[in-house]
Nanobody, 123 residues
Framework: QVQLVESGGGLVQAGGSLRLSCAAS????????MGWFRQAPGKEREFVSA????????YYSDSVKGRFTSSRDNAKNTVYLQMNSLKPEDTAVYYCAATSNLNSLRLSRADYWGQGTQVTVSS
């Protein structure tokens, strides 16, 4: 069992930055691929980023590529999403997720999900 808790969301002006964190419980965190997703009001949840268990492989959606950076610190059981050059269309609830299969994350499939953290970007 893995429990995930996101933090770092908030209100920021367009062009600004935020760093989201996702703290995981459990001794097997280092064996899981981790992902970030987001869901805007009235829209379906969408894939944002996925990172392999050792950080060696990272994927991004086209909408965030070049602006967002995913990383992880297995010693701290934490995964991060650095978000730069934020746009109003990045406004959403951001979720982290864990699974044993990295490619599943790109299909929005995960074994464990966090509760989400709100990111609001004002224009």
């Amino acid at each position: 069992q893995v429990q995930l808790v996101e933090s770092g969301g908030g209100l920021v002006q367009a062009g600004g930055s935020l760093r989201l964190s996702c703290a995981a419980s459990g001794r097997t965190f280092g064996s899981y691929a981790m992902g970030w997703f987001r869901q805007a009001p009235g829209k379906e949840r969408e894939f944002v980023s996925a990172i392999s268990w050792n950080g060696g492989m990272i994927y991004y959606s086209d909408s965030v590529k070049g602006r967002f950076t995913s990383s992880r610190d297995n010693a701290k059981n934490t995964v991060y999403l650095q978000m730069n050059s934020l746009k109003p269309e990045d406004t959403a609830v951001y979720y982290c997720a864990a699974t044993s299969n990295l490619n599943s994350l790109r299909l929005s499939r995960a074994d464990y999900w966090g509760q989400g953290t709100q990111v609001t970007v004002s224009s």
